[in-house]
């Protein structure tokens, strides 16, 4: 058995970017990661342009100018000034290259053909110059950079419609247990409804990745094997739901073992997910998660997480961890680091009711995990805990 941090370090330690890339159009990459540093190709902004609705002017002493022409968003003009002279100028709009400042339009009184402006204005004054935001041939984007929304916006303005992005990781589910039925079936003594491979499914698609296959297993070694075999065949990550304990009926570690499967690690000093085991075939990385629900899902969310990014080109160790002082005392007679369902609100966390690792309940209401590595303690109300922020943590 190691301690969560060793097993993390060696779950990162194992991690390398896909050498594989694509080149796909922009809409297809949200959440993808770049195989190259993108270069500018251009200059942004491309002309100086007014950043307000307002007036162009050639400085002069006076505080009164003649407007002479109108320059509007979209415009090509580029009307010529003498001194003293304006163009009503507006947001977006190229600004005449011998205009010295834009005044907004809130700060000045329109007569006719003049305006008079109030206070100073400084030259250069509300105009944005070329290539401000990014010079043509800088690289703004890093190799390896997640493509969010503004990513890929930014990549538009740049008029980029396509990028090289590193190929998404294959990823099976191996569901086990004689127990699971679906819920099209009727409820019978000893089944319950199977939920793990939606569960999983759902937090793959969370990452952008659809499942390549999932196959559902007796507890059966010769079963086990057969559907392990299938499934290093189609991936780069296999998952493995339940079978992992030590029970007489628990065939996933056997099976592995049979299948040449090299263990890194194999239980983990941690509670919810104590059976954790990861390992590796060739060129496939194998989890085989406890089949507790919360288990599994706080295992992945801690373990699988990190190899994905890592594998997706990323540079990421996984959910984004802040120290967060905790709502109220909390007590642990655990010999085991905890992983505890939380929410965080209003600056501070709490841990909430029904910890254990077949409820999913918790999870439903959570937007963090709290992390307490340290074994039998006392938390004072107040106290900072490490917090482990969920993906798309938000409270609803
Ligand atoms: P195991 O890890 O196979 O010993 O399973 C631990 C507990 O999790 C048992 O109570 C199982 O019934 C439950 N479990 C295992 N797999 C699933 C699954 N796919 N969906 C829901 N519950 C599961
Ligand atoms: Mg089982």
């Known amino acids: 058995m190691i301690a969560v941090e060793e097993a993390l370090a060696l779950v990162l330690e194992n991690s390398f970017p896909l050498k594989e890339s694509e080149i796909l159009p922009i809409n297809q990459c949200i959440n993808r990661n770049l195989a190259k540093a993108i270069k500018a190709p251009i200059d942004l902004p491309s002309f100086r342009l007014s950043s307000m609705d307002g007036y162009a002017l050639c400085l002069h002493q006076s505080n009164t100018y003649s407007i002479v022409d109108e320059v509007k968003a979209g415009d090509a003009a580029n009307p010529s000034l003498r001194i003293g002279e304006c163009v009503r100028i507006y947001t977006g709009a190229v600004v005449p290259d011998n205009a010295d400042a834009v005044i907004m339009q809130e700060k000045t009184i329109r007569n006719q053909d003049t305006v008079t402006i109030e206070g100073p204005v400084n030259k250069g004054q509300n105009i944005r110059l070329v290539g401000s935001q990014v010079k043509k041939g800088d690289f703004p984007l890093e190799k390896g950079q997640v493509l969010q929304a503004s990513g890929l916006a930014f990549l538009k303005s740049l008029g980029i419609d396509e990028v090289e992005v590193v190929r998404l990781p294959k990823v099976t589910i191996v569901i086990t247990g004689n127990e699971l039925i679906t819920s099209s079936e009727k409820l019978t003594r000893g089944k319950i409804y199977e939920s793990n491979s939606i569960l999983l499914q759902a937090a793959l698609l969370n990452q952008g990745i659809k499942t390549q296959l999932i196959s559902f297993t007796e507890d059966s070694l010769k079963e086990t094997i057969s559907n392990l075999k299938k499934a290093f065949f189609y991936s780069d990550i296999v998952l493995v739901s339940g079978g992992i304990s030590v029970g007489d009926y628990d065939f996933v570690k056997q099976a592995l073992k049979e299948l040449e499967v090299k263990e890194v690690f194999y239980k983990v000093r941690q509670r919810p997910g104590k059976p954790l085991f990861f390992g590796k075939k060739d060129r496939v990385f194998i989890f085989a998660l406890p089949g507790n629900p919360a288990s599994t899902l706080s295992c992945f969310y801690v373990y699988v997480l990190p190899l994905i990014n890592r594998l997706k080109g990323g540079k990421s160790d996984g959910l984004i961890r802040l120290s967060i002082p905790i709502e109220h005392d909390f007590k642990s007679v655990e010999p085991r680091a905890l992983f505890l369902k939380a ?54």
């Not at 590595?373 to 805990?385: E, R």
């Open 343 to 396: 929410t965080v609100q209003n600056k501070t966390v709490r841990i909430l009711d029904r910890q254990h690792s077949s409820m999913l309940v918790s999870f439903t209401m959570a937007n963090a995990l709290v992390y307490i590595p340290q074994q039998g303690i006392l938390l004072k109300k107040g106290a900072l805990v490490e917090t482990l922020l969920l993906p798309n943590s938000i409270l609803t």
